[in-house]
Structures are given as structure tokens and as C-alpha cells.
Nanobody
Framework: QAQLVESGGGLVQAGGSLRLSCAAS????????MGWFRQAPGKEREFVAVISWFGGNTYYADSVKGRFTISRDNAKNTVYLQMNSLKPEDTAVYYCAALSFFGSRSVDQVEYWGQGTQVTVSS
């Protein structure tokens, strides 16, 4: 079993930046693709970004492409999401996820979830 703990969420004005972190414990996640999902009130949880297990490949949802950057440090068992040029529509609970494989985009393909961290962007 693995435990994922997110941090770094908060309240920011539109145009601002936040950096989310996801620390893993209990099991190494080096063999997993890692991703971020988000869920806004009244909406389904949606894919945001994914990074391959070795960090060489990344993929983003169109809504965040060019603004968000996913990265990982396998030595620290930690994944990051740098979020720039934030918009009010980015407001959601952000979840870290260990994915079955790099091509995973669905919540059904998540092996482990974090508990989530709230990001609120004010206009």
C-alpha cells in the first residue's frame, strides 16, 4: 500500500501561482506514472496532468496546457504541480494519483489517491 499526501493548496488571486506537492510513503512509486486530477463543486473529477515513471514524458489537459507543469523527484518520492497564470475556473480540490500506466487518463485507472488539497482562485 502507498499513502499519498498533498500540500501547497490555498487561496490565490487570478494570475497568481501555486505549487502543489505530493509526498508518497509506504511504498516506492518509482514504477508508477503519477498524475494530478481535480474536482470542482458539482462536477466530476477530471484529469489534469500525468508524468511517466522516469519523468521523461508528460501530458496535460488542454485546459491547463502552457500554464501548469508536472514534475517528479523519485529520490524524494515526491511529485509536483507548478500552476501559473491561475484562473477562477481552476478552483477545485486537487488530487494526486498513482496511475496504472502513462496513458491513463481515467479515474478508473488510478491505483492510489491522495486525500486532496483545496485550491481557490479569486477573481
Amino acid at each position: 500500500q502507498a499513502q499519498l499526501v498533498e500540500s501547497g493548496g490555498g487561496l490565490v488571486q487570478a494570475g497568481g501561482s501555486l505549487r502543489l506537492s505530493c509526498a508518497a510513503s509506504g511504498r516506492t512509486l518509482r514504477s508508477y506514472a503519477m498524475g494530478w486530477f481535480r474536482q470542482a463543486p458539482g462536477k466530476e473529477r477530471e484529469f489534469v496532468a500525468v508524468i511517466s515513471w522516469f519523468g521523461g514524458n508528460t501530458y496535460y489537459a488542454d485546459s491547463v496546457k502552457g500554464r501548469f507543469t508536472i514534475s517528479r523527484d523519485n529520490a524524494k518520492n515526491t511529485v509536483y504541480l507548478q500552476m501559473n497564470s491561475l484562473k477562477p475556473e481552476d478552483t477545485a480540490v486537487y488530487y494526486c494519483a498513482a496511475l496504472s500506466f502513462f496513458g491513463s487518463r481515467s479515474v478508473d485507472q488510478v491505483e492510489y489517491w491522495g486525500q486532496g488539497t483545496q485550491v481557490t482562485v479569486s477573481s
